[in-house]
């Protein structure tokens, strides 16, 4: 049977693992909605607005390595838009699905709904092209190509694409062909150039370490870089961006690095090496403990996405998958020296004590188990968090470059329909809650069982620690009834708890981990219980205010 153009698309999204699509319908996109809900294998899921489609399509894209999304023209599309640009900036690769007006509508330039009233057509898809690595109108005659294209431009620069499908050509019968575009390679000169220029300076290093970023975990390239650190026996320390991209149970795991600002023990180590190998980090200030990182340039080699740079030489148009492979047969196994990585020190604080941030985050650590999905928000919390050894197998998510408040309760949504036989643990700040907590719905509606914390401290902390004056009233927000939530957005028969004591804290703790059921904990502190590093940050900034 001859497959219409939404259809061919959405075939070719299942084959590369896309089996959820992310939306709010509208009528420009009924016959993109239509499709998705008939297609054999696939779901519709449905947000509450655009935005919080992106993110959640975001964390989908964290689990499965790729995601869709959909919305209706104009209003739908920029709503969702700041969604796509963090998941740019987070380089995932997320397919968006735009249905726009049909073509005739569009040729007479007429003044309809979700549109500007000027009769142009186009605007709204330029006014994507900076948070998008290609994008395509996609009809019967050139939907087998363009989709080929843009799956291969996704999976290649990892950052979203925009497919636009106008009403009266989704239902089309596809009338064209194409196969699949297999993913460039790496040039074999330059491969065995950068191989031995890489090797050479190891060989000439009495100390190494290895700093891996999350370009490797975008690539799903974590079990090569895995092989090369058995095979090299190098150690490696990570950042903030990139925790858990390798298992940090490991003896090879020295800790968490993060410029002068915290953790002296692996700064001096990481730091003090005679080879630094950074493999896809990005040197934003989050990872850098605000640019107050220390990487000679002479001593750093640097496996990026698509080019190695060793002693003043990039060798271009090398990928790293290739690079790791090739060093792993190409490097000696060396017993390096190596440090211990520490952790968060024991649970302190019990009884009718108050949460403090001493005895809020070493709890928090202990809860979280071997493969457990941990999507923490931006702020005080994910910073505190941060810091802690995850168990093996779990993977600690922050959207750190990007940083949008808000993300993180519909992108656990993502990673739990990504996931299902992993538990999802979501651990947010209640301000940050307050701008997506209607996705909790989706929990309830789907079956899903995250343990979801709300950490409750009045107000905007990371901000009232980073501004001029944390007393402004900026920082306050609306006082919600937060344990009811879960009740009214038909999470029926989950755990639920507002805990102000360590002994509430524990026994909440233990109710959660023993539940069959998802589990929502309203953690209240003080208004300034602070994770160490969000107060290094803020004594920087005073700092720098200062200076």
Known sequence: MTLTVIQHVLTRLQEIGISDVF?????F???VNDAICRQSGMRWIGCANELNAAYAADGYARIKGVAALSTTYGVGELSALAGVAGAYAEHLPIFHLVGTPRMAVQRARAIVHHTLGTGEYDLFRRMSEPVVCAHAVMTPQNVAYETERLIAEALYHLRPVYMA???DLANQPVVSRASPLPLPQSAPTQLAAATRAVVAALDGAETACLLPGLIVARLGAGDRLQRLVEASGLPFATMFHDKTVLDE???AYAGMYDGALMNKDVQSFVEGRDRIVT???LMTDFNTGSFTANLDPKRTIAID?????????TYPSVELADVLDALTLALARRDWPRIGAGSLGPVTGG???PITAEALYPRWAEFIRPGDIVVAETGTASMGLGFARMPSGANFYNQTLWGAIGWATPAAVGTALADPTRRTVLITGEGSHQLTAQELGLFGQLGLKPVIFVLNNDGYLIERLLCKDPEISYNDIARWRYTELPHAFGCDGWTVARVTTC?????????AAEANSGAYIEVVTGRYEASPLSLKLSEKMKQAAES
């Open 29 to 31: 996109a009924f016959p």
């Open 279 to 281: 493999v896809g980090t």
């Open 351 to 353: 009884g009718d004590a």
């Open 305 to 313: 996405h698509h080019s190695v740079s060793v002693d003043g030489h």
């Open 503 to 511: 002994a509430e804290f524990d026994a909440a703790l233990i109710a």
């Open 249 to 251: 149970q490991q003896p």
């Open 23 to 27: 939306g709010v319908p509208g009528d």
């Open 165 to 167: 499908f106008p009403a």
